[in-house]
Structures are given as structure tokens and as C-alpha cells.
């Protein structure tokens, strides 16, 4: 069974850092694309960043480029998502998601995980 768990979300105040977890399991996760997304309250959910199954390319969106990098352990079955400089608009519930063919910051993958809250305030 195809599993992504997120994990690593909590309390931190504005110019913090986090690092999120997207832990695979039932499948390799270097042969897929990874996204990680988010959704505010009342928002909907976008796109964040993405890294590329194969050759490691990313991307980022306007928002969280300079303070966000994402990173894959294959060893580890494991992306993660290093969160710097957070502010207070970075409060969101954090996804992951992954898909052999889709890749970017729209929402076409196919299996997602349940989500970790992140919350920036001091």
C-alpha cells in the first residue's frame, strides 16, 4: 500500500526555521516527483515546491524561494522540505504528494499524504 506521512510541523515564531518530513512507504520515492503544498484557512491549497525523480531538479514558488530548500534522502525513503526565515503567512497545513509523471506546483499528483501543521507566530 502507496503511504506518504508528513511530519515535523509545530509552533514557531516569525524568522524560525522547520524542517518537514514526507516519509514514503509501499513504493521507491526516488522514482517519483515529490511536491509539497500547502493550504491557509479559507485558502486554496498551492503549490510550494517540487523536486524531479530523476537528475534532482527543483522548483519553488515566488513566495518561499531563498528560505525554502527541498531535499530527498532515497536511503531514507524520505523528502524533506527546510523551512528558513518563516513568517507569519507561511501558517498553513503542509502536504506532500507524489506521481510518476506529474511534476510541478499544480495539484495533478496522484497520491498525497494527510498533512502537518505548520503555525508561525510569536
Known amino acids: 500500500q502507496l503511504q506518504l506521512v508528513e511530519s515535523g510541523g509545530g509552533l514557531v515564531q516569525p524568522g524560525g526555521s522547520l524542517r518537514l518530513s514526507c516519509a514514503a512507504s509501499?513504493?521507491?520515492?526516488?522514482?517519483?516527483?515529490i511536491g509539497w503544498f500547502r493550504q491557509a484557512p479559507g485558502k486554496e491549497r498551492e503549490g510550494v515546491s517540487c523536486?524531479?525523480?530523476?537528475?534532482?531538479?527543483?522548483n519553488y514558488a515566488d513566495s518561499v524561494k531563498g528560505r525554502f530548500t527541498i531535499s530527498r534522502d532515497n536511503a531514507k525513503n524520505t523528502v524533506y522540505l527546510q523551512m528558513n526565515s518563516l513568517k507569519p503567512e507561511d501558517t498553513a497545513v503542509y502536504y506532500c504528494?507524489?506521481?510518476?509523471?506529474?511534476?510541478?506546483?499544480?495539484?495533478?499528483?496522484?497520491?498525497w499524504g494527510q498533512g502537518t501543521q505548520v503555525t508561525v507566530s510569536s
Open positions: 504528494a507524489a506521481d510518476r509523471y506529474a511534476y510541478g506546483l499544480g495539484p495533478g499528483y496522484l497520491y
Open positions: 509501499g513504493f521507491t520515492a526516488g522514482d517519483y516527483n
Open positions: 523536486i524531479r525523480a530523476s537528475g534532482g531538479y527543483t
